[in-house]
């Protein structure tokens, strides 16, 4: 039998999780509030599919059949069908309650409720649902979801072994690698890479070179396939500041993960990276 799951919210990283599922044989129902999302994401899903097909990595006919593996909707409407539900709605702690109030209440009591966040706590999420605590689990895919191979997979100390396992086999499904993690503060890898990234601002903030130097030298020294600052601007300055705040108050020491000045002065004055045009660079041009 055909699996269906409901992917709830239809930006970045939802949209690239829709694909990514329905090219693996899966029925998604893509949910948003917004229209023009549902609208911007099939257009970005036809798009990839045509890619793909240019480059010969995969048929028309399983293009077709991927696409129309999708519905676009704004109410959960495949939730009774559906055996997970993965939420990818904007970080906000709010905002995320209260869509997993609605998927706990609006989907069957077997269904999985996961979250693709990168920074907010899965136990306050599960805390948030009640008795469906169990079935709350993190799935943090990364960006570019076709691209990456990473699923990483937060267990709060609610989440039963059946929804870990049942995780690790859809991820597995998807063509991702899975590998599991504790519920902390910035999980493993935003624990590990925003505090570098950080660091790079610090270096730069201290004259001890300038940003194409500091990319330049992480780049080729540590093979990275770019630089942090440049990283930076890709994920969004606002994201990495929004994370180093979570380290610097779920983990303390003041000093190690406060955002560094630079980071902070760069976001006030709205330059946000990638996504505005100018951030550590500027690609207006
Ligand atoms: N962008 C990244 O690189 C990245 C990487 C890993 C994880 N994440 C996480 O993924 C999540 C989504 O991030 P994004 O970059 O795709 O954001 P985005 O802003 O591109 O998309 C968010 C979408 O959520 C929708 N939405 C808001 N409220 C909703 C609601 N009540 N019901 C349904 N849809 C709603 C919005 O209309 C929007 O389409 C966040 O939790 C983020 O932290 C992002």
Known sequence: MTQIIS???????????????????????????????????????????????????????????????????????????????????????????????????????????ATNTSSISITEIGKSVGEAADRVIGMHFFNPV??????????????????????????????????????????????????????????WNDGVAGPDEIDGIMKLGCAFPMGPLRLADLIGLDVCRDIMLVLHEGLGHPDKYAPCAKLVELVEAGHLGNKTGRGVYDYTS
Do not use: W
């Open 146 to 203: 076709p691209v990456m191979k990473l699923v990483e997979v937060i267990k709060s100390p609610s989440t039963s072994k059946e929804t870990l396992a049942r995780t690790i086999e859809l991820s597995e499904q998807m063509g991702k690698t899975p590998i599991a993690a504790n519920d902390h503060p910035g999980f493993v890898s935003n624990r590990v890479l925003m505090p570098m990234i950080n660091e790079a601002f610090h270096a």
């Open 7 to 113: 992917v709830i919210g239809a930006g970045t990283m939802g949209s690239g999780i829709t694909i990514t599922a329905a090219s693996a044989g899966i029925e998604v129902c893509q949910v948003d509030v917004s229209q023009e999302q549902l609208d911007r994401a099939k257009f970005y899903h036809e798009k990839t599919l045509k890619r793909n097909v240019e480059k010969e990595r995969m048929t028309q006919d399983e293009a077709d059949a991927a696409l129309s593996r999708i519905c676009y909707c704004q109410d959960h409407a495949r939730a009774s069908e559906s055996s997970f539900a993965i939420e990818a709605a904007t970080e906000n702690s709010e905002i995320k309650k209260k869509i997993f109030g609605a998927m706990a209440s609006t989907y069957p009591s077997n269904c999985i409720l």
